[in-house]
């Protein structure tokens, strides 16, 4: 369920016509619901309420500032990959003891940081870094908290750049050799260890191999219990898929009745690790149509975002829906959508057919709240978007759009 809605012909988000933000912000703008924010992780929430549990927004999902207050004010915690999430976690007031921090080559300096404002628990993903983890924290004077981020090797069916959970993946620690490596960690002067982690990738859109994982993981805690290895935390990752075509997904109910016995039975708190679900389908992103033009028998729409502003396309190939902002009845035709950036892989949609716009309208990029704006780049000299918050009837921006002087602060032309 989301905000976006048309009225009268007219795209909204909320109370709000989308063509007002337009004009008065600009394009290209991502804009986000902050309704439908609330909504998705209150829907979490409710679905994990029986279960003693805790949510942590994956804040490289969408990182603005607004999103992340938003949440804070919610109640969520959060899963960071770096210092910088880190940064923006505290700077909104989300308590550092409802912090995890995942990552394969976190920092000494990250990891000191970590410590020192008392995070929840480090994910540690390898025998070296547990080794170093160990180190820092003797010498921070802090005891690191952690789960070991274990590989489970099972399919989630999702795009390989984003599967996680085989074993060929550079993620986590083999299952084979997870109790060894607890052991490891359970021998570290300066290492507490709390829980077990697993994250088995993104966009999944079926139940059935978190139940298989978790299975596996299951085990894995009742060995550790068996030896003196507390284990308090479960930690189930992040991952669950979103329609962007209207596919049919779980909802959050779904996942919570399959997967509750196995964590009831473990008699842990449970952690979820949620980016897309709580965001994706919470954010557009509004461009204009630049120019029509043909190349032999293949239509483009020319248009003011491109792949700087939104990679997913031309990343992973992901499909986003596009709908003119004013939905009045018009020819279709097939074309590709495509931005100005000098690269053919430079597109938002491909073969898509649309109803027939001119230069100068408005279109909607569905579904483009997560991995959209913080993978956006500069790529071309382009400055980065506007992003925008609605708020029922109310509307401002939160990212203003980036000046050409924003987009070379800090460079010298050194001679
Ligand atoms: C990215 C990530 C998540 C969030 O994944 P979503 O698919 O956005 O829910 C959770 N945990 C870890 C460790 C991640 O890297």
């Known amino acids: ?81 770096s210092g910088g999430e880190l940064y923006r976690a505290l700077s909104v007031g989300i308590p550092a003891a409802k912090i995890v921090y995942a990552g394969i ?9 970590a410590l020192n404002s008392r995070i929840l628990m480090f994910n540690a993903e390898s025998t ?88 596996i993981v299951g085990e894995l805690v009742k060995r550790l219990q068996a030896k003196g290895i507390a284990i308090r935390y479960i ?29 009831r039975q473990s008699g842990c708190t449970v952690i979820l690790e949620i980016g897309r679900m709580i965001v994706g389908n919470a954010g557009i992103l509004l461009t204009k149509v630049l ?7 293949k239509g483009f729409l020319v248009v003011d975002a491109a792949m700087n502003d939104l990679i997913r396309p031309s990343l992973y190939g992901s499909f986003h829906e596009i709908a003119p902002v004013m939905s009045e009845e018009r020819e279709r035709e097939t074309v590709d959508v495509v931005g100005p950036v000098c690269e053919s892989g430079d597109f938002l949609a491909r073969d898509r057919e649309l109803p027939r716009t001119e230069p100068g309208e408005l279109l909607a990029v569905m579904s483009a709240g997560a991995y959209a704006f913080t993978m956006s780049s500069n790529y071309n000299s382009r400055r980065r978007a506007a992003e925008v918050m609605v708020d029922g009837d109310r509307f401002g921006v939160v990212r203003k759009r980036e000046t050409y002087d924003d987009l070379v602060r800090g460079e010298i032309a050194w001679d």
Do not use: W
């Not at 590989?151 to 984003?162: C, F, G, L, W």
């Not at 930690?235 to 964590?263: H, T």
């Not at 120019?291 to 028998?297: E, L």
């Open 1 to 81: 369920m989301h905000e976006f809605k048309f009225r009268d012909g007219e795209l909204y988000c909320e109370d709000v016509p989308i063509q007002r933000i337009a004009t008065e912000v600009g394009t290209p703008a991502y804009v986000y619901s902050r309704t439908t924010l609330r909504d998705h992780y209150r829907g979490l929430e409710e679905a994990f309420s029986d279960l003693p549990h805790l949510i942590c927004y994956s804040i490289k999902a969408n990182s603005n500032l607004a999103v992340l207050s938003t949440l804070a004010a919610e109640g969520a915690g959060a899963d960071i990959v």
């Open 105 to 113: 080559g976190k920092t000494e300096d990250e990891m000191a940081y």
């Open 128 to 215: 070296t870094e547990l080794g170093v983890l160990d180190r820092v924290a003797g010498e921070v004077g802090v005891k690191a908290s952690i789960a070991l981020r274990v590989n489970p090797d099972v399919d989630a069916q999702t795009h390989p750049y984003i599967a996680t959970g085989l074993k060929e993946a550079k993620f986590g620690i083999g299952i084979d050799d997870a109790m060894a490596v607890y052991e490891y960690a359970a021998s570290l002067p300066n290492v507490e260890v709390v829980g077990v982690h697993q994250h088995i990738g993104s966009q999944i859109t079926q139940v059935a191999p978190f139940r298989e994982s978790l299975s």
């Open 235 to 263: 930690n189930i990752g992040g991952g669950f898929g979103i329609p962007y075509r209207q596919e049919k997904v779980p909802y959050p109910r779904d996942y919570a009745r399959e997967l509750e016995p196995i964590l």
């Open 291 to 297: 120019y029509r033009k043909s190349t032999g028998d």
